[in-house]
Protein backbone atom coordinates (compact mmCIF):
# COMPACT_ATOMS: atom_id res chain seq x y z
CA UNK A 1 0.00 0.00 0.00
CA UNK A 2 1.64 3.57 -1.24
CA UNK A 3 2.11 5.95 1.84
CA UNK A 4 0.78 9.52 1.44
CA UNK A 5 3.40 12.55 2.43
CA UNK A 6 2.82 13.72 5.92
CA UNK A 7 0.22 15.96 6.09
CA UNK A 8 -2.13 14.26 3.72
CA UNK A 9 -5.05 12.73 4.28
CA UNK A 10 -5.04 9.04 2.64
CA UNK A 11 -8.12 9.91 0.64
CA UNK A 12 -5.84 12.28 -1.21
CA UNK A 13 -4.72 8.95 -3.15
CA UNK A 14 -7.56 6.84 -3.50
CA UNK A 15 -7.54 5.68 -0.17
CA UNK A 16 -9.58 5.49 2.96
CA UNK A 17 -9.72 7.57 5.44
CA UNK A 18 -9.33 5.77 9.02
CA UNK A 19 -12.61 6.67 11.22
CA UNK A 20 -11.76 7.62 14.98
CA UNK A 21 -14.80 8.68 16.43
CA UNK A 22 -18.24 7.32 16.97
CA UNK A 23 -20.42 9.82 14.30
CA UNK A 24 -24.39 9.68 14.61
CA UNK A 25 -27.53 11.52 13.20
CA UNK A 26 -31.30 11.25 13.36
CA UNK A 27 -33.30 11.00 10.38
CA UNK A 28 -36.70 12.15 10.26
CA UNK A 29 -39.71 10.80 7.78
CA UNK A 30 -41.39 13.44 5.10
CA UNK A 31 -44.22 14.00 8.23
CA UNK A 32 -41.24 15.08 9.99
CA UNK A 33 -41.32 12.62 12.72
CA UNK A 34 -38.20 10.73 13.77
CA UNK A 35 -37.71 7.00 11.78
CA UNK A 36 -34.23 6.27 12.04
CA UNK A 37 -31.06 6.82 14.47
CA UNK A 38 -27.54 5.83 12.12
CA UNK A 39 -24.27 5.30 14.23
CA UNK A 40 -21.18 4.88 13.18
CA UNK A 41 -17.80 3.44 14.85
CA UNK A 42 -14.63 2.51 14.44
CA UNK A 43 -14.42 -1.32 15.12
CA UNK A 44 -16.71 -3.89 14.96
CA UNK A 45 -18.64 -3.32 18.47
CA UNK A 46 -22.14 -2.68 18.94
CA UNK A 47 -23.52 -0.03 20.18
CA UNK A 48 -27.23 -2.17 20.46
CA UNK A 49 -27.24 -2.79 24.37
CA UNK A 50 -26.10 0.13 25.37
CA UNK A 51 -28.66 2.18 23.38
CA UNK A 52 -31.46 0.15 24.31
CA UNK A 53 -30.64 0.73 27.46
CA UNK A 54 -30.94 4.55 27.46
CA UNK A 55 -33.78 4.57 24.68
CA UNK A 56 -36.02 2.29 27.23
CA UNK A 57 -35.35 4.65 30.34
CA UNK A 58 -36.70 7.38 27.57
CA UNK A 59 -39.87 5.19 26.47
CA UNK A 60 -38.48 4.58 23.40
CA UNK A 61 -38.74 1.24 21.24
CA UNK A 62 -36.16 0.16 18.86
CA UNK A 63 -38.54 -2.23 16.09
CA UNK A 64 -35.97 -2.91 13.81
CA UNK A 65 -31.83 -3.06 13.49
CA UNK A 66 -29.55 -3.25 10.65
CA UNK A 67 -25.96 -3.21 10.72
CA UNK A 68 -23.20 -3.47 8.16
CA UNK A 69 -18.69 -3.17 8.23
CA UNK A 70 -17.44 -0.52 5.80
CA UNK A 71 -13.49 0.54 5.96
CA UNK A 72 -13.47 -0.78 9.45
CA UNK A 73 -16.20 0.74 10.75
CA UNK A 74 -19.36 -0.51 12.02
CA UNK A 75 -22.93 1.18 10.91
CA UNK A 76 -25.93 0.68 12.52
CA UNK A 77 -29.42 1.64 12.01
CA UNK A 78 -32.08 1.80 14.45
CA UNK A 79 -35.73 2.24 13.55
CA UNK A 80 -37.10 3.90 16.48
CA UNK A 81 -40.68 4.37 17.42
CA UNK A 82 -42.87 5.10 20.73
CA UNK A 83 -43.32 2.24 23.23
CA UNK A 84 -47.21 2.40 22.08
CA UNK A 85 -46.06 2.26 18.54
CA UNK A 86 -46.39 5.85 17.56
CA UNK A 87 -43.44 8.01 16.01
CA UNK A 88 -41.43 9.56 17.44
CA UNK A 89 -42.09 13.27 17.25
CA UNK A 90 -39.44 16.46 17.12
CA UNK A 91 -39.66 17.18 20.56
CA UNK A 92 -38.83 13.93 21.40
CA UNK A 93 -36.17 13.58 19.09
CA UNK A 94 -34.23 16.15 20.69
CA UNK A 95 -34.53 13.96 24.06
CA UNK A 96 -33.30 10.92 22.04
CA UNK A 97 -30.23 12.87 20.71
CA UNK A 98 -28.65 14.45 23.70
CA UNK A 99 -29.70 11.21 25.54
CA UNK A 100 -27.63 9.05 22.28
CA UNK A 101 -24.93 12.08 22.34
CA UNK A 102 -24.20 11.27 26.23
CA UNK A 103 -24.01 7.59 25.95
CA UNK A 104 -21.71 7.34 23.20
CA UNK A 105 -19.39 9.98 24.53
CA UNK A 106 -19.00 7.91 27.73
CA UNK A 107 -17.94 5.40 25.42
CA UNK A 108 -16.34 7.02 22.55
CA UNK A 109 -15.64 10.46 21.07
CA UNK A 110 -18.84 11.63 19.23
CA UNK A 111 -19.41 13.84 16.33
CA UNK A 112 -23.20 14.64 15.60
Known amino acids: MR ?4 GVPPEANGGTRRMTTSEFRLREN ?3 TLALLEVTHPGRRSTLEL ?23 LRERFYLLETDGAPLTRTRSRAVRAAVRKALRNGAQVAA
Open 3 to 6: QNAP
Open 51 to 73: LRGILFDLGVQIARVESSVREQA
Open 30 to 32: AQG
